[in-house]
């Protein structure tokens, strides 16, 4: 009993240390992005936060390959303070099942914080199920000839009962996302995407990942890019 007791107030002392040192929770598990069209770049920002009577400073993240990468504002926050984590992932060369393990190095602890990644790839989403969509890339396009500023998709519930739709993910900085609640059985619903004005004249990779409300717990990721022609 003594000995339990002696361990109880190790594991009480080493947590209150953790916290007046100051340490970071992140908001969310482990992100699926389900369904992945073929040759996509992913985005997928989540948020962490410091916990604790310190400040806390960020050595490092590590995401395992050369294919993600990470950005941020900054690498540091104050006790309370909570930062965006944003990271970009290209799945162009991959087939099948995906994971990525991103790693938080802060106060030259150890053990980082650990955000977790997967998803599928396949070769389209246009045959996806209970729903599907198309086109299933957004590509708002700009060139001398035409510009693309905005693209209406469709999404076609294969099911014989209602499905409700959502975007799970942060919307995009750079366009405007609507999306249908409800796809009725059998039937289809229309959704579109719009560029923002001070967005028209940059390149940029983004997506967003659709949840949709089966018993599966299906997700849909459709990647966004804009392309400038000159």
């Not at 993240?61 to 006790?79: H, N, Q, V, Y």
């Not at 949840?211 to 804009?226: E, F, K, M, S, V």
């Amino acid at each position: 009993m003594k000995k339990i007791f002696v361990i109880l107030i190790v594991l009480v002392l080493t947590s209150m240390s953790a916290w007046a040192n100051g340490s970071l929770e992140i908001s969310t598990g482990q992100h699926n992005f389900g369904l992945i069209p073929q040759n996509s770049i992913l985005v997928h920002t989540f948020w962490i936060k410091a916990v604790g009577t310190d400040t806390v400073r960020i050595d490092a993240i590590k995401t395992g390959c050369s294919c993600a990468i990470s950005k941020m504002e900054r690498d540091w926050l104050a006790p309370g303070d909570s930062l965006a984590i944003e990271i970009e992932w290209d799945v162009s060369k991959y087939r099948n099942s995906i994971y990525r393990s991103i790693r938080i190095f802060y106060n030259n602890i150890k053990k980082p914080l650990r955000k977790g990644l997967k998803g599928t790839v396949i070769q389209t989403l246009d045959s996806a199920r209970p729903v599907s969509i198309s086109p299933y890339r957004f590509e708002l396009a700009s060139s001398a000839l035409k510009e693309i500023d905005s693209i209406q998709f469709t999404l076609t519930n294969h099911s014989s009962g209602d499905q409700k739709i959502q975007n799970i993910s942060k919307e995009p900085v750079q366009c405007k996302l609507v999306l249908p609640s409800i796809i009725p059985a059998g039937s289809s619903a229309t959704g579109y995407v719009r560029i923002y004005p001070e967005y028209k004249d940059k390149e940029f990779h983004t997506s967003v990942t659709l949840a949709i409300g089966d018993q599966q717990q299906t997700n849909l990721t459709i990647p966004i890019r804009r392309k400038i022609y000159r």
